[in-house]
Antibody, heavy 118, light 107 residues
């Protein structure tokens, strides 16, 4: 069965960086984009970026450009999201999700809580 | 960027009621519109994609319609497990924005 399993919670100081991993299984990794979505406390869902695991190509919302980097390891079917220059407003649950043909997000990771506090 | 506006922001209803949530895009998005259900502590769940296509395993009481800029999600005969927050999302152009969400509460 399709599974996306994310890395554990992170506690970071302002200015630091964080890496969240998303290990996939149950499908051909290179055939589906992986998207990243976050939810800050008390807020709605916010789309961040995607990666094409086949080519390594990426695209991110302008608000995150320059701070977010998506990579992948095809040997382990794992996608990674790095976010730099963290601030308190980056405190959120970060989700990875598999995208189908219409870019609809049909399978999601369990979420990773990233807390940014001094 | 395309802005997605949902209405209402919150909604109270009873088990057995039917409800409709609307989503309006600031620019035409053809049918690149998806609906998700989100419960606290869980990952969002895809309900409807391409405006009106059913995701596998989703109960038939959920349905979607619309194209262009105006879309609706209808839930007929609410069940206790349907009380959650619902989001629309456009995947027509980056950034793939979500609506602000509609909280569906038990009356």
């Amino acid at each position: 069965q399709v599974q996306l399993v994310q890395s554990g919670a992170e506690l970071k100081k302002p200015g630091a960086s964080v890496r969240v991993s998303c290990k996939t299984s149950g499908y051909t990794f290179g055939h589906y984009f992986v998207h990243w979505v976050r939810q800050a406390p008390g807020e709605g869902l916010e789309w961040m970026a995607w990666i094409n695991p086949n080519t390594g190509g990426t695209n991110a919302a302008e608000k995150f450009q320059g701070r977010v980097t998506m990579t992948r390891d095809t040997s382990t079917s794992t996608a990674y999201m790095d976010l730099t220059s963290l601030r308190s407003g980056d405190t959120a649950i970060y989700y990875c999700a598999r995208a189908e043909s219409h870019q609809q997000l049909d399978f999601w990771g369990q979420g990773t809580l990233v807390t940014v506090t001094s | 960027d395309i802005q997605m506006t949902q209405s209402p922001s919150s909604l109270s209803a009873s088990v057995g009621d039917g409800v409709t949530i609307t989503c309006r895009a600031s620019h035409t998005i053809n049918n690149y519109l998806n609906w998700y259900q989100h419960k606290p502590g869980k990952a969002p769940k895809l309900l409807i994609y391409a405006a009106s296509s059913f995701q596998s395993g989703v109960p038939s009481r959920f349905s979607g319609s619309g194209s262009g800029t105006d879309f609706t999600l209808t839930i007929s005969s609410l069940q206790p497990e349907d009380f959650a927050t619902y989001y629309c999302q456009q995947t027509y152009s980056v950034p793939f924005s979500f609506g602000q969400g509609t909280i569906l509460e038990i009356e």
